[in-house]
């Protein structure tokens, strides 16, 4: 079935460390997206990328960064500069075809700093 | 400025009565419109969409929506709540031609079902 697969689905780290998350799609979609999720803030934009090798910043890049080599691949890493990184974060992707700014979601990461 | 106002943050209702999700948005250009569902721990699922046509749309599970573009709003109904729609509902508004998908979405309603 097509769809969207992040991992891992729990991830803890340490204060200043590095942390990466896994996003896949088969759906053939042309854009991804990286959404931050915090109890009573809703979806906030971290990155996004229409196509393979571009990317843009959304609303709360500072402290994450991402990469697209590959058209179903949509990495996000959290760096230490972030100073708050503990939430849910949620992977999603969209195409032209399906009607344009429809977004099809991911099961979500929970990240927790300890 | 965008936006998108889900008023009511939590909402309880008995099972069977009937429900009404409000969301009102400011948008400056014609508006795509969208209700999603989140259960806990999950990702968000698509429940209808609107962006022309009869402002009276039906999605999945039994919902729907009506748009009234003089009100800006979108508010999502059901006539018969079940036990199982426990979940969080989030509007979102977006423009109809893809322009980096940038949906907005409003803060979310949690809707819990009483027995």
């Known amino acids: 079935d097509g769809g969207i697969t992040q991992s891992p689905k729990y991830l803890f780290r340490k204060e200043g460390q590095n942390v990466t998350l896994s996003c896949e799609q088969n759906?053939?979609?042309?854009?991804m997206y990286w959404y931050r999720q915090d109890p009573g803030q809703g979806l906030r934009l971290i990155y996004y990328?229409?196509?393979?090798?571009?990317?843009q910043k959304g609303d709360i890049a500072e402290g994450y960064s991402v990469s697209r080599e590959k058209k179903e691949s949509f990495p996000l890493t959290v760096t230490s500069a972030q100073k708050n990184p503990t939430a849910f974060y949620l992977c999603?992707?969209?195409?032209?075809?399906?009607?344009?700014?429809?977004?099809?979601f991911g099961e979500g990461s929970r990240l927790t700093v300890l | 400025a965008q936006s998108v106002t889900q008023p009511d943050i939590h909402i309880t209702v008995s099972e069977g009565a009937s429900l009404e999700l409000r969301c009102n948005y400011s948008?400056?250009?014609?508006?795509?419109l969208f209700w999603y569902v989140q259960s806990p721990g999950q990702g968000l699922q698509l429940l209808l969409k609107?962006?022309?046509?009869?402002?009276l749309v039906q999605g999945i599970k039994g919902f729907e929506a009506e748009f009234k573009r003089s009100q800006s709003s979108f508010n999502l109904r059901k006539p018969s709540v079940h036990w199982s729609d426990a979940a969080e509902y989030f509007c979102?508004?977006?423009?109809?031609?893809?322009?980096?998908?940038?949906?907005?979405f409003g803060q979310g309603t949690e809707l819990s079902v009483k027995p």
């Open positions: 759906l053939n979609h042309d854009a």
């Open positions: 948008y400056g250009a014609t508006p795509y």
């Open positions: 609107y962006f022309s046509g009869d402002t």
């Open positions: 990328s229409q196509i393979v090798n571009d990317f």
């Open positions: 999603a992707s969209s195409s032209p075809g399906t009607g344009g700014t429809e977004l099809f």
């Open positions: 979102a508004v977006g423009p109809i031609y893809n322009q980096g998908g940038k949906l907005i």
